[in-house]
T-cell receptor, first 114, second 114 residues
Framework: AQSVTQLGSHVSVSEGALVLLRCNYSSSVPPYLFWYVQYPNQGLQLLLKYTSAATLVKGINGFEAEFKKSETSFHLTKPSAHMSDAAEYFCAVSAADSWGKLQFGAGTQVVVTP | ETGVTQTPRHLVMGMTNKKSLKCEQHLGHNAMYWYKQSAKKPLELMFVYSLEERVENNSVPSRFSPECPNSSHLFLHLHTLQPEDSALYLC?????????????FGPGTRLTVL
């Protein structure tokens, strides 16, 4: 079974500051890991995914995440926050042998202040 | 139209009504999903269809009835709902067969049950 924990339901960052969103997972088999973003009144959009290739994954809009097996983590970062990054971010995990069964974290709401 | 579309975007219904949510994917995928997104809770996977056959039903009450007439269309039939069923209902699709693949989400239907 897989599960995901996102630390912090709300994060406030200043425009131009580092964005760091934390995600820890548990999985009994090699995981596939995803970060999705949800803007107000929209569905979820994929930011990036890890599928056992490079441990540092680059995504859209300047985001990247690093898979650390020893820490069972997949934290999302962006060097410089932009106002348009205000949204809710979801980490999700799936096992390599169980397509379609994504387990989502509870989400982290990001607020960007001028 | 491109991607995943959902209609209606907003729906208000009484507890005795019958209504249906519609989802259509224009991506050529072979798997489709229904999720429920409630405030303060992680996304809940409700149903999974692969090649038009239901492969997952996560203990969803029978007042929710899915239908997948072909690989491009997915419906969620609703009847005698409860106020706690008020939520954002998200549809997603993916291409089965390549391991856990990216799920592409529609914008959702905001359902309010009075």
């Amino acid at each position: 079974a897989q599960s995901v924990t996102q630390l912090g339901s709300h994060v406030s960052v200043s425009e131009g500051a580092l964005v760091l969103l934390r995600c820890n997972y548990s999985s009994s088999v090699p995981p596939y890991l995803f970060w999705y973003v949800q803007y107000p009144n929209q569905g979820l959009q994929l930011l990036l995914k890890y599928t056992s290739a490079a441990t540092l994954v680059k995504g859209i809009n300047g985001f990247e995440a690093e898979f650390k097996k020893s820490e069972t983590s997949f934290h999302l970062t962006k060097p410089s926050a932009h106002m348009s990054d205000a949204a809710e971010y979801f980490c999700a995990v799936s096992a390599a042998d169980s397509w379609g069964k994504l387990q989502f974290g509870a989400g982290t709401q990001v607020v960007v202040t001028p | 139209e491109t991607g995943v579309t959902q209609t209606p975007r907003h729906l208000v219904m009484g507890m005795t009504n019958k209504k249906s949510l519609k989802c259509e994917q224009h991506l050529g995928h072979n798997a489709m999903y229904w999720y429920k997104q409630s405030a303060k809770k992680p996304l809940e996977l409700m149903f999974v269809y692969s090649l038009e056959e239901r492969v997952e039903n996560n203990s969803v009450p029978s007042r929710f009835s899915p239908e997948c007439p072909n690989s491009s269309h997915l419906f969620l039939h609703l009847h005698t709902l409860q106020p706690e069923d008020s939520a954002l209902y998200l549809c997603a699709s993916s291409q089965e067969g390549r391991g856990p693949d990216t799920q592409y989400f529609g914008p959702g239907t905001r359902l309010t049950v009075l």
